[in-house]
C-alpha cells in the first residue's frame, strides 16, 4: 500500500474542522523510519488542543495534524537506523503529531519494540495516558504503607494509576460512577461513589487506615479541599492541573526521550507480565475517527477509546463499533470538567 488517508484541520474548531485528506507514504530521512500504523489512541487532550483551548501552552501551525500515541509496521528506515529491521513491529509516539493516519514518518527514538504479547489495540493506545499514569504514580513513591484516593479512577490515565499504585502495594480508593464499581473491584480497588457524602464514604473504606496521597483526574474544585480534610500532606495532593502538565510534556515531548522510552519500556513489560491491563472500551475503523472522538467526548468511556486502520468493514454501521460492553452509555453520568470520567 502506498496510498492512505490522514486526519488534517486547518483551524481550531470542533469536529466539523477534522478532515480526511490523501496522503502518500512518505520516504524515511537520516535518522527516521516510516511506520505503517495498524491503531492508534484517542485522547481527551488532543481534542482540546484542536478546540483551541490549549493555545497558552500550544500553539500549533496549520494545517495540523492529529495524534500521538501509535502501533504499526516499520515500512522503510532511513540512512543510520541499524537496530531496525523492514517489517518490525513498534509502538511509541509522533513528537509533532500525525499518528492519525496510514502513515507516519518519526525519528528512531521515538519508537520501541512491539512485544509480541501486547496486542495492537493496547500498544496503539498506551504511550499518553501510560506515561502520564506512571510519571504521577512515581512521583508519590506509593509503597504498602500508603492509601490513595484516585479520582476519575475509571478513565484512560486513571484506571493505569489505580493498577500501578495496586502494583506499587498501595491500598487504592477509587472515586467512580456506581457504574463502573464492579469494574474498579476488578482492578484492586475499593471503590467509592461521588457526591454529597464522598467523604465519609472514603473513611469507612478506608476502615482506619491512614490516608497518605489524592491523585485528582476528575478537575473537580473541591478536590483539594477534601484531600485537606482528609490530613493528605499538601506535597502528596496531585492536582488536575498538575495532571495536565505532566499529559503536555509527554503530547510533545521530543522523539529523543530517554524518559519517555524507559517508562514505555516498563509500561510494556507491566502489560506482558498483566500487572496493568489496559482497557480498550471502544475500538473504531479510522474512517469513523469521528464517531470515535464522539465518543471519547461524551466523558461515558472506560479506559481507551482506539482507531483500527486495517480493520474490516461490512458495509454496515455495526453495533460493536460503538461497543457497549464495557459501559452502559444510557447511565446518567454526571460529567466532569476535565479529561476522564470514571
Not at 75 to 94: F, M, W
Not at 167 to 177: E, P, R
Not at 225 to 245: K, N, Q, T, W, Y
Request: aromatic share 6%; glycine share 12%; net charge negative.
Amino acid at each position: 500500500m502506498r496510498h492512505g488517508n490522514a486526519v488534517q484541520y486547518d483551524r481550531y474548531g470542533g469536529f466539523d474542522v477534522v478532515q480526511l485528506v490523501p496522503q502518500e507514504r512518505p520516504d524515511a530521512g537520516p535518522g527516521e523510519i516510516v511506520v505503517e500504523v495498524v491503531a492508534a489512541g484517542l485522547n481527551h487532550i488532543e481534542r482540546f488542543l484542536r478546540e483551541g483551548k490549549l493555545r497558552e501552552f500550544i500553539d500549533l501551525d496549520f494545517p495540523a495534524h492529529q495524534g500521538v500515541d501509535f502501533a504499526g509496521i516499520v515500512r522503510a528506515r532511513g540512512e543510520g537506523v541499524k537496530d531496525l529491521r523492514v517489517g518490525d513491529e513498534v509502538l511509541g509516539h509522533a513528537p509533532t503529531g500525525g499518528a492519525h493516519a496510514n502513515w507516519v514518518r518519526v525519528p528512531r527514538g521515538a519508537v520501541i519494540k512491539k512485544p509480541e504479547l501486547v496486542g495492537w489495540e493496547v500498544a496503539g493506545g498506551l504511550y499518553l495516558a501510560g506515561c502520564t499514569a506512571a510519571t504521577i504514580v512515581r512521583g508519590l513513591r506509593l509503597g504498602p504503607q500508603d492509601t490513595v484516593v484516585i479520582s476519575a479512577a475509571a478513565g484512560g490515565v486513571g484506571h493505569i494509576q489505580c493498577q500501578l499504585a495496586h502494583d506499587a502495594g498501595a491500598t487504592v480508593i477509587a472515586l467512580g460512577s456506581a457504574r463502573n464499581h464492579d469494574y474498579l473491584r476488578q482492578i484492586g480497588t475499593l471503590p467509592v461513589v461521588y457526591g454529597e457524602g464522598e467523604e465519609q464514604r472514603i473513611r469507612e473504606i478506608a476502615d482506619g487506615r491512614e490516608i497518605t496521597a489524592f491523585i485528582d483526574n476528575h478537575g473537580e474544585s473541591d478536590a483539594e479541599h477534601l484531600s485537606e480534610r482528609l490530613g493528605i500532606p499538601a506535597d502528596r495532593f496531585v492536582s488536575s492541573e498538575e495532571r495536565r502538565d505532566v499529559e503536555l510534556r509527554f503530547l510533545r515531548a521530543p522523539a529523543e526521550d530517554d524518559e519517555a522510552r524507559e517508562l514505555l519500556t516498563m509500561l510494556t513489560k507491566a502489560v506482558q507480565d498483566r500487572r496493568v491491563q489496559v482497557l480498550i472500551s471502544g475500538f473504531y475503523p479510522f474512517e469513523y475517527i469521528v464517531d470515535a472522538y464522539e465518543d471519547l467526548a461524551q466523558m461515558q468511556s472506560r479506559g481507551k477509546v482506539v482507531i483500527g486502520m486495517q480493520t474490516v468493514e461490512t458495509g454496515a454501521r455495526m453495533d460493536w463499533y460503538r461497543s457497549e460492553k464495557n459501559r452502559d452509555l444510557r447511565d446518567p453520568v454526571r460529567r466532569p470538567q476535565t479529561a476522564d470520567a470514571g
